[in-house]
Structure formats: structure tokens, C-alpha cells
């Protein structure tokens, strides 16, 4: 089975409606260890990817900058600027592909995940979005079809929020909160729970 | 939380509309209309001093442009960091031919976007460097100095590589009398009440109306301790004497001090703070130059102060007392 330039762009309509609910719930997540404005920019971020026309774009990996592109005129804030440099990274390595293989997802995603640990800093374990899309990576080791795709990326996803509810935030601002984040969500990962759920048929 | 404001979406881009109306020497730049620049286009051979951050801490980052100064700013929506094609266009705009220094505080996203910026324009030929604020000493231990944060306290690291740049000094020279000023520079805060990002619903932290938070930042960013609300005097002896327990390496006797408002609190406040952290200094045999009281490193409406200190040395001093001038902060020969 085939990823192509319309099953990113449904993708990303399918998020970007998801984001109405979310917004509050990440706004109201974030508030706990941060200013509270996670939801209000991942709408914004995924807002403007939304409304890039991708109907003459070529290759995937062509769409993965685009949309990289457009995440990074809405946003400077960290989260936003990591979620660009992974769809930046994940397009590189896509760059000249007609179609890309739900086979190629795991690599993709182990190719995004390194490359906002080299931009961010942040390591595996410190309890950030760099550990669900660790998880996503390991779980798509051997997919084949795009609904087993959504699905384990899913259960991926939420697994790792549940793992990790119980340790503490060793990075950004959440840090300082030390070990009153332990049985906090952090609300990065909490979002690609909650938008990778949103993704599955 | 009452703000005198339009649509939130458009706070920022109407202060900065605004504020260059109201500023003849500064303008705004670039396709995303979130460069403050000098109204006089950078001279050729001058070293570019840049900063950048979030927005809703006027004068910070915005505000210190001019001679003497900031060459640009790039400005983020508020609390979060410029965009990458922003900090391109503040370097490109402070560009004369003899590289720039990007000079702003340490956070994640500000720290992103200005590498990824100055990566980008390296193959267009301009050279950068980074020097990072963390003077607030809340938001980490001695040991982890290079995780915290930055705040008030960067100023005068703007000053001093603002001076320096003036004089036609290299790039090298320029980014190390700005690390040497961070390096020299202690900030604390104190919170009396929050702020609120336009159009969130909620303040961004929550106080007890008659509780404080001792070393909380600008961002709301947890502190040292949270209690009842005490008078000047004790919160200006506690403050000062965290900030010298935290003494840079090679201090001497002299520094400059910023009793800094974080909003709301007023000028009377700012000087009752000053005239008991003056007296403390003194008695520990410290000796004052150049003090500023005023609002210079800001959260919107949010009630409390922060206290900074530069420990100066004799580069320092003198680049402090060269003539600088931006809307909001004079210095005369």
C-alpha cells in the first residue's frame, strides 16, 4: 500500500479538524507546567499546514516540506519549530519519491525523531514528543497496511503517555516543575496521542 | 484579566505598528513584518548586534534598537520564540559585512530558530555567533548555569556589545564582551500577581491574593519559595543576598544594579526596593555604578520586580558610560 501527496493532505485536514476539541484540552494540559498556549498554537501550526494547496505538489516528500514550511511562518515556539524540523527531515528523506510505502512509515518517523533530538537537544527519556515518536517509529517496524499504520501508532502513542505519566519532565520549562510533573501528562506527547487517535480509520 | 486591546490575534503586530509610530528611530521590517530595526540602515563594516524573543515583555528584545545598541530584534508571538524566517530577516537586516552577534536569552525555542536561521544564511556569506542570557539564577543551580533562563539582566550585555560594535571592533571581540557580561550578570525575580496571554481565558500561573513567589520568572516559571507577602525591606535583603551567594568567578567591588518592574508594579515600589538593596550592597562593601530603576524586562501586567546585578570590571564600566540611545534607554557621554 502507497502513501501519496492526497493521503498527507487528508491527513492533515483530518488533524487540523481534530484540533477544535484538542485545543482546550492541550491550552488546559500545558497551563499545569507552562503558560498554557500548546493547544491554541498546534491549532495555529496545523491551521496554516491546512491551508497549503497541495493538489500540484509531485512527491510526498515534496509535501512533507510544504507543510514544514508552513508550520514554521506560524510558529517560533519550540514545540511547532521541532514538529517542522521533523516533517523537514522525514521530506529529505522522501525527496524524489513518486510514492512512499506504509513499510518506509517506521524509518520516516526514526528519521524525524533524530533529527529534533540533533535541533532541540532533548534526549529519549526526558519525557517530550522525542519518546512518542520513538514509540510510533518502533511500532511501524513491519506495518503493512495504512489502517494497521493508524492503529499501532495510536496504541503506540497512548502507551507511551502512560509510560512516562509517572516520571518526571527533564527538559524546557516543564523541568523546573522537577518531580511535581511526575503523574502529569506532558502535553506534547499528549497531542500526538490525541492526533494520531484522531488519524485512525 | 482587562487588556485594552482588539482582536488577540492581532496584539502583537498593533503594539509593534505602534511602537515604531511612536519611534522615528526605529522601523519594522521584513516579509513577516516582525523585524524592529534601526531606521538608519547598519554601516558597512559594523559588527550586527541582534536579539529576538517572545512578545508581551516590552522594552525587552523589542525595544532596545538604536545607537549604541541593537542593530534588530525579531519578535515572536507573545511567550513564544521568533520565527526562523524573522531571525533571518533581523541578521540579513543587521548585516555590514562584518558579521552578527545573536545575542538573546536562553529558551528552547529561541535557541531553534536562531540556529536554524544562521545555518540557512551561511551559505549567503554572513558569519554569526551566539551568546546566550541566563542570568536568572531561580531557574537552575550553579552547576547547571548554562540551563537557565534569561531575563532582565541581558540588557546589559546589549549594552555593552552594542558599545563595543560602535567602536568597529570585530565580531570575536564583540561576541566576548557579550559572554563576559553574561557571565558577570545575577537576576532574581519576585511575583506579586500574574499576567495573562491575550486570549487565553486564564492568568498563566495563580497567586493567593496575599501570597508572593520568590524567584519565579518571567513566564511564570516555578521559584524558590511561595508565602505570604512580607515588607521591601525583607524581600529586597532576601533577593540581594541570593544574588551575591551566586557571585560570578573574579567579582570585584563594584556593580551596576536594575531594580526591574515586571508589569504592573509601580515606580514608587521600584524605589522603596532600590533605596534598601543600595543600603544592603554598601554595607557588604559593594559599590554602586550606573543603577537603573524602571520598567525594562516585563510580563505584561504581571505585579512584582527583579533585582539584577552586573559585577562590573573595568571593560565593563566604561562600555556602560559609552553613549547609547533607544526609546527606553538613554546613556550621555
Redesign the interface.
Known amino acids: 500500500m502507497s502513501i501519496t501527496v492526497a493521503s498527507i493532505a487528508a491527513a492533515v485536514t483530518r488533524a487540523d479538524k481534530a484540533m477544535g476539541g484538542l485545543e482546550q484540552i492541550l491550552n488546559d494540559a500545558d497551563a499545569k507546567l507552562g503558560d498554557g498556549d500548546t493547544g491554541g498554537m498546534l491549532a495555529r501550526v496545523i491551521g496554516k499546514m491546512a491551508e497549503v494547496d497541495l493538489s500540484s505538489t509531485a512527491d510526498p516528500g515534496a509535501a512533507l516540506s510544504q507543510l514544514a514550511k508552513a508550520a514554521t511562518v506560524a510558529t517560533g515556539s519550540s514545540l511547532g519549530t521541532l514538529f517542522a524540523t521533523g516533517l523537514l527531515a522525514a521530506g529529505r528523506e522522501a525527496k524524489g519519491r513518486a510514492t512512499l510505502d506504509v513499510g518506509d512509515l517506521s524509518s520516516l518517523f526514526a528519521t524525524a525523531r533524530d533529527a529534533m533530538i540533533a535541533r532541540g537537544g532533548a534526549s529519549l527519556g526526558d519525557k517530550t514528543v522525542l519518546d512518542s515518536l520513538d514509540a510510533i517509529a518502533e511500532a511501524l517496524k513491519g506495518t503493512e497496511t495504512p489502517e494497521q499504520a493508524t492503529r499501532d501508532a495510536a496504541k503506540a502513542a497512548s502507551e507511551a503517555l502512560e509510560t512516562f505519566r509517572s516520571q518526571p519532565n527533564r527538559i524546557g520549562r516543564a523541568r523546573m516543575f522537577g518531580d511535581q510533573t511526575i503523574g502529569i501528562d506532558d502535553p506534547g506527547m499528549l497531542a500526538i496521542k490525541e492526533l494520531s487517535a484522531a488519524l485512525v480509520a | 484579566m482587562k487588556k485594552l486591546m482588539n482582536k488577540p490575534s492581532g496584539f502583537v503586530d498593533e503594539m509593534l505598528d505602534g511602537l515604531v509610530a511612536a519611534n522615528p528611530s526605529l522601523a519594522l521590517g521584513g516579509d513577516?513584518g516582525r523585524v524592529v530595526h534601526r531606521a538608519k540602515p547598519i554601516r558597512s563594516g559594523k559588527v550586527g548586534v541582534v536579539s529576538g524573543g517572545?512578545s508581551g515583555h516590552l522594552p525587552l528584545f523589542t525595544g532596545y534598537v538604536g545607537e549604541g545598541l541593537l542593530d534588530s530584534c525579531s519578535i515572536?508571538?507573545v511567550?513564544?520564540?521568533?520565527?526562523?524566517?524573522?531571525?533571518m530577516e533581523a541578521i540579513k537586516l543587521a548585516d555590514g559585512g562584518k558579521g552578527v552577534l545573536r545575542l538573546y536569552g536562553n529558551?528552547?525555542?529561541?535557541?531553534?530558530?536562531f540556529?536554524?536561521a544562521g545555518e540557512m544564511l551561511e551559505d549567503e556569506g554572513i558569519r554569526t555567533t551566539t551568546v546566550l542570557g541566563n542570568d536568572d539564577v531561580a531557574?537552575?543551580g550553579p552547576a547547571e548555569r548554562q540551563?537557565r533562563r534569561g531575563v532582565a539582566g541581558i540588557i546589559y550585555a546589549y549594552k555593552t556589545a552594542g558599545a563595543l560594535a560602535e567602536t568597529g571592533a570585530d565580531l570575536d571581540a564583540v561576541t566576548a564582551i557579550a559572554q563576559k557580561t553574561v557571565d558577570r550578570t545575577r537576576t532574581i525575580g519576585v511575583a506579586l500577581a500574574p499576567c495573562q496571554?491575550p486570549?487565553?481565558d486564564?492568568p498563566?500561573f495563580t497567586l493567593g491574593e496575599n501570597e508572593i513567589e520568590m524567584g519565579m520568572?518571567i513566564?511564570?516559571?516555578?521559584g524558590i519559595w511561595r508565602d505570604t507577602l512580607r515588607e521591601a525591606d525583607a524581600i529586597a535583603d532576601e533577593m540581594i543576598e541570593r544574588l551575591l551567594a551566586d557571585k560570578p568567578e573574579g567579582a570585584g567591588k563594584r556593580v551596576s544594579i536594575l531594580v526591574n518592574s515586571l508589569g504592573a508594579t509601580p515606580l514608587e515600589e521600584l524605589f522603596i526596593l532600590y533605596r534598601r538593596a543600595r543600603a544592603t550592597l554598601e554595607a557588604a562593601g559593594i559599590e554602586i555604578v550606573r543603577p537603573l530603576v524602571g520598567h525594562y524586562a516585563t510580563s505584561m501586567e504581571m505585579a512584582g520586580a527583579s533585582i539584577s546585578l552586573c559585577f562590573v570590571d573595568d571593560e565593563i564600566e566604561a562600555l556602560l558610560a559609552a553613549p547609547a540611545h533607544c526609546p527606553f534607554w538613554t546613556v550621555t557621554a
Not at chain 2, 511567550?79 to 531571525?87: A, H, I, L, N, R
Not at chain 2, 529558551?107 to 530558530?113: K, T
Not at chain 2, 513566564?219 to 516555578?222: I, K, L, T
Open positions: 513577516t517572545g515572536g508571538n511567550f513564544e520564540g521568533p520565527t526562523v524566517g524573522s531571525c529558551y528552547g525555542g529561541d535557541r531553534m530558530n540556529d536554524m531557574s537552575a540551563k496571554v486570549g487565553s486564564k498563566s520568572g513566564h511564570g516559571e516555578p
